[in-house]
């Protein structure tokens, strides 16, 4: 399904934080922030009817195989943590979707989502409106998918009908269920996107891959959602040289262009 916001929709939902730390101000004045977050929110006006941010996402029936994660007619090799959690457990994405094995039929989701390609390349020349403007589409396309991810669980998904969270309790991800997003700790290789770009069509909200799977426009997120109760995120650590070549022979490709698509 493909969504279409106007800026307004998704304003609510942005991370004021992490715009602070992407201008190196995390821990400054809060007058620092404040002058600095109304400019933006003037910026974020004037964009109003003449940007939109998208998103685009599928729910498929689906099962984990070992450390891999069955969805319709597509298969996504995931990573194990090298070193156990606190419990002794090492964790895989795949250990919160229900197995093949058990003969039942789970759900999980994959999404993408972006910004106006026109975005990025406004303000040519001013470094400064350049470099805000691309902090604000960062912070749009992270937003437009928590806004998203809410109306999943609410309603296309619907595993969470009665959730009524605050934005801070959003942002603090008290709801149930995870969104781990390609590139990040438990999903790092970003060659996944190649997969779920031919899983969900990307090119719908004009997002385009690069040979090493980066998208295009750079505000762009993608993902999956899992709605497992118990879910939650982790990070992989360092990975093993057994553990990269037995993903990179799940995978179907060199152990070499493995290495590189895993930073």
């Known amino acids: 399904m493909k969504l279409t916001y ?8 942005i991370n ?3 715009f602070y730390h992407a201008w190196g101000l995390s821990g400054k004045p809060e007058h620092e922030k404040l002058k ?5 929110e003037t910026l974020l006006k004037e964009m109003e009817g003449q940007h939109h941010t998208f998103a685009l996402f599928d729910i498929l029936e689906a099962n984990s195989d070992g450390d891999d994660i069955i969805m319709g007619d597509f298969r996504i090799p995931m990573l194990r943590q090298q070193q156990p959690q606190q ?11 229900r197995p093949f094995s058990s003969g039942i039929k789970d759900r999980v989701g994959a ?15 001013d470094h400064y409106m350049q470099m805000m403007t691309q902090t604000i589409a960062d912070r749009l396309a992270e937003a437009t998918a928590e806004k998203m991810h809410e109306e999943v669980r609410k309603i296309y998904w619907g595993y969470s ?6 934005m801070e309790q959003l942002h603090m991800e008290k709801f149930q269920g995870i969104r781990p997003a390609v590139g990040y700790p438990s999903l790092p290789d970003t060659s996944v996107n190649f997969i779920l770009s031919d899983m969900i069509g990307m090119k719908q909200i004009g997002i385009s891959l690069t040979e090493s799977g980066m998208m295009r426009p750079h505000a762009s997120v993608s993902g999956l959602m899992l709605a ?4 939650r995120y982790f990070d992989l650590g360092t990975i093993g040289e ?4 037995d993903y990179a022979m799940r995978r179907g490709l060199p152990i070499e262009l493995m290495r590189k698509y895993i930073k």
Request: net charge negative; charged share 25%; with cysteine.
């Open 6 to 13: 106007q800026i307004s929709d998704v304003v609510p939902y």
């Open 16 to 18: 004021w934080a992490y």
């Open 36 to 40: 600095l977050k109304n400019e933006a």
């Open 87 to 97: 419990d002794g457990t090492c964790l895989c994405l795949a250990d919160f979707v």
């Open 111 to 125: 999404f993408a989502t972006t910004v106006d390609g026109s975005m990025e390349h406004e303000h040519k020349g």
């Open 161 to 166: 009908p009665d959730e009524h969270l605050t």
């Open 228 to 231: 497992h109760p118990k879910a």
């Open 242 to 245: 057994d553990q990269l070549r």
